[in-house]
């Protein structure tokens, strides 16, 4: 029979040390069999993904009953969240009442699929916002939003504060993303999980084969930029800089993406970009290989991420882990 494995909380002794793991234990004790629900919009494709999908394995590794739901909508309701998303971060959006409805529409209907019985509800970014009025609040809720908050777009943001005010908490990633609100704000920066594929150490042989799959030639230094086709990302920037410095340097640039399902603005994003693709400029749409990423970003002369805004920057912190140089905007954690 097959053997099973997830990463225990012990297994990260070498990185935070003793006191710190038996210090996690001691506090996961008084809360043994706390049953909490986790919602956000996807189950890949981006960051608060991959945050959800290691806490709540390493949460029920320490006795807390974790679960993470995603909600489901249409794709009219993703470019909604989209836009909405854009606007939180400084975008401008045309908040109309047929948006409105549509967005409290598909989140009415997800409360109805939702069952929930728990002792703590935690809802990350806009998307399942809503959520909290259509249920009996019954414990607390948290809002964790993951997103650069420091100038959203005022119609936008006093609409959604309609929810966000009955929330018990929310949870920045920086301080300078605070905003006037109702409930308590506390700050808590995310983290890379050295344990998955991404982020784990390869061998020179594990490398080599992953960048051939994709015939990535190694020939020249590599500058690799890895992100969603997403404009906060500003990949049309990063190609536009990297033809400016390969007039001094001989260099190729790969830009890394992929597409998630709660973004439906990147395939548009990812063809405006084709155009731009020669020998030494390639755009990938592999960003789901998380050992691509991690043979990138190890093997890179030099790793971008050239955002306009930016939640935290869990890509810049896999480079840095990687012990590979970084060059990032000045913006997020």
């Not at 989209?82 to 549509?102: F, P, T, V, W, Y």
């Not at 290989?289 to 002369?301: G, I, P, S």
Request: proline share 5%.
């Amino acid at each position: 029979m097959a053997q099973y494995r997830i990463t225990e909380i012990e297994d990260y002794d070498s990185f935070v040390g003793t006191e710190t793991i038996e210090r996690i234990r001691q506090k996961a004790a008084n809360l043994k069999g706390l049953r909490v629900a986790n919602f956000n919009s996807t189950y890949y494709g981006g960051g608060v993904a991959e945050t959800i999908s290691s806490l709540t394995l390493l949460m029920n590794s320490l006795g807390l009953r974790t679960e993470w739901r995603v909600i489901q909508g249409t794709p009219d309701f993703f470019s909604i969240t989209k836009k909405m998303h854009n606007a939180l971060q400084g975008g401008e959006i045309d908040l109309s009442k047929i948006k409105r409805e549509i967005f409290e529409q598909v989140i009415y209907e997800n409360s109805v699929r939702n069952f929930l019985d728990h002792d703590f509800i935690m809802v990350h970014d806009p998307q399942p916002l809503p959520l909290i009025e259509h249920y009996e609040k019954k414990c607390p809720w948290l809002w964790r939003c993951h997103l650069d908050l420091s100038r959203p777009d005022a119609e936008t943001w006093k609409y959604l504060r309609h929810w966000i005010d009955n929330y018990d908490a929310v949870i920045l990633s920086c301080r300078e993303f605070a905003q006037e609100m109702n409930p308590p704000q506390r700050v808590m920066m995310p983290a890379i999980d050295p344990f998955t594929i991404k982020n784990r150490q390869l061998s020179d042989r594990e490398i080599n084969e992953r960048l051939s799959r994709y015939e990535i030639p190694t020939d020249l230094p590599l500058v690799v930029q890895v992100s969603r086709f997403d404009p906060w990302k500003d990949p049309k920037g990063v190609v536009d800089a990297f033809k400016l410095a390969r007039k001094q340097i001989d260099a190729r640039l790969v830009l890394l993406g992929n597409f998630a399902t709660d973004d439906p603005e990147g395939e548009e994003i990812f063809h405006s970009l084709c155009a731009s693709r020669d020998e030494r400029i390639l755009i990938l749409t592999s960003g789901d290989d998380t050992a691509l990423v991690n043979a990138l970003q190890t093997r890179a002369a030099v790793v971008l991420q050239k955002s306009l805004r930016e939640g935290f920057g869990l890509t810049v912190a896999e480079a840095m882990w990687k012990a590979t140089p970084v060059i990032g905007g000045n913006v997020g954690g």
